[in-house]
């Protein structure tokens, strides 16, 4: 997506003929990209409303970097539509706090459930678990499995078949103990459902939750706003959690669920481990929607190695200029397939490559830097327009390809422009716009 935007802007500002048919016709194309990204059509023709509005393509003058203004109207149109600009509930500790999950079969409830007690847990609360799910079999031992693996007490029933009886048993059982975080996990059957719908009323009205939270997998594309639409009406929700954020799904769905419902998104699932899962941040939802590198994002998940914090930093933004520590401990810091997405420039580097392939490469192009002086490296290639031969050295030196010794140095080239842009300072990185 981020791409067709750019290019889109790319072949308004390069033109010739910078007019207002130009710039028309680039709106258009990113609204048919965010279209594509499974934004809600209306939504879109809306965002080209304002953006037009926001750019008064007349009073630019000559001078303005127009690239620019046009992205940011875009990247903060988008932020403003994923922004409910409301709370969602906080709970409060020495009390017991009833959270319940809606959503349908598949979404993610259990899982991220799981996520949640854990989260709480660490946080100094008292979570636990209970199973009202009785539709799905083996819905129980799947939640059973996953609280003891999180280490987080439980509560269902083989032999009970109705849903709400389970709730409340579960429930009463955990304020009697009491938890502090008391997390009901419900069924989302696809069949019947008016069905459904009057069964989690029912449920609500059994355990009066102070929170309920409905669970949307992001894959759920162009029908996000009917569906939440569709819950909100009966089982009113105060937040959202998109799940598998982590996949190929184009993540524009999400905006249409907040726009329909006008209910904050709390967390992001970002895969199947119980630690994956993450606060949502508007900013950084939409960088890497509109594939700007989540810089946020790659700073936090460094920091949470718990490394010392002047070290990482230093890491990041001064031996970035050294390619072969940063891709070190890239390899260090877990599935590629996640960090790809959290650094320019690299996921169009890794292409579509799965994370052993990836590793693969990234290891043979440690092995090319190795194979070249450091004077060689920093020379941004400059030095191999000189000695084409020494390319070939390197290439055989290191088991490679002079192509993919080309690569490296083009690849050397932007993490180097990267760095020089971290040191100018986060802020000045999420408001210069999407250009790399
Ligand atoms: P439920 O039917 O709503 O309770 O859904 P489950 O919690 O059972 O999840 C359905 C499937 O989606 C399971 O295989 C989960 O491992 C998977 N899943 C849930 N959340 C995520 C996520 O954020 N990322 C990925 N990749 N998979 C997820
Ligand atoms: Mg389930």
Same mark, same amino acid.
């Given at each position: ?47 080209? +409303?304002? $953006?037009? %509005?926001?750019?008064? !393509?007349? @009073? =630019?003058?000559?001078? /303005?970097?127009? +690239?620019? $203004?046009? %992205?940011?109207?875009? !990247?903060? @149109? =988008?932020?403003?539509? /994923? ?354």
């Amino acid at each position: 997506l981020g791409r067709r935007i750019n290019a889109a802007v790319h072949d308004l500002t390069h033109s010739n003929l910078v007019d207002e048919k130009a710039f028309d016709s680039m709106i258009k194309e990113i609204g048919n990209a965010l279209v594509e990204a499974d934004v809600n059509v209306k939504l879109v023709a809306s965002l080209r +409303k304002s $953006i037009r %509005q926001t750019v008064n !393509f007349k @009073e =630019l003058g000559p001078g /303005v970097n127009k +690239k620019r $203004i046009i %992205q940011k109207a875009v !990247f903060d @149109e =988008l932020c403003r539509l /994923v922004d409910s600009h409301s709370e969602p509930y906080k709970p409060k500790k020495g009390k017991a706090n009833v959270i319940m999950f809606v959503g349908l079969q598949g979404s993610g409830k259990t899982t991220t459930c799981t996520k949640l007690a854990r989260w709480y847990n660490a946080r100094g609360f008292k979570a636990c678990l209970v199973c009202a799910d009785t539709f799905r079999a083996g819905a129980f031992d799947q939640l059973k499995q996953n609280a003891t693996k999180a280490k987080v007490p439980y509560y269902g029933s083989y032999t009970e078949t109705d849903p709400v009886k389970v709730a409340k048993a579960g429930v009463d059982k955990f304020k009697k103990e009491r938890f502090e975080i008391i997390i009901v996990d419900t069924s989302g059957r696809h069949r019947q459902e008016a069905e459904l719908f009057a069964e989690m009323v029912q449920i609500q009205e059994a355990v009066q939750p102070d929170q309920t939270i409905m669970v949307l997998d992001a894959s759920i594309g162009q029908q996000a706003e009917a569906q939440s639409k569709a819950f909100k009406e009966s089982a009113d929700f105060g937040a959202i959690v998109i799940t598998k954020t982590d996949g190929n799904a184009a993540g524009g769905g999400a905006i249409s669920a907040v726009a329909a419902t006008k209910t904050p998104i709390v967390f992001i699932g970002t895969g199947e481990h119980i630690l994956d899962m993450e606060k949502f941040e508007p900013q950084r939802y939409i960088s890497k929607l509109l594939g700007m590198g989540d810089m946020q994002g790659l700073v936090e998940h460094v920091q949470s190695l718990k490394l010392d914090q002047k070290d990482t930093m230093k890491h990041i933004a001064e031996a970035v200029r050294d390619l072969r520590d940063q891709l070190n401990n890239i390899m260090k810091m877990g599935p590629l397939s996640k960090m790809a997405g959290m650094i320019p420039g690299l996921s169009n580097l890794m292409g579509d490559v799965g994370d052993e392939e990836g590793s693969m490469k990234l290891k043979r192009m440690m092995y090319i830097m190795d194979s070249m002086t450091t004077k060689e490296l920093d020379s941004d290639g400059k030095m191999f327009v000189q000695q084409p031969e020494r390319m070939t050295r390197v290439a055989r030196g290191s088991g490679t390809s002079v192509r993919e010794v080309e690569d490296v140095l083009t690849q050397h080239k932007m993490m180097a422009q990267m760095a020089k842009k971290m040191k100018g300072g986060m802020k000045a990185m999420q408001q210069g716009g999407m250009g790399r």
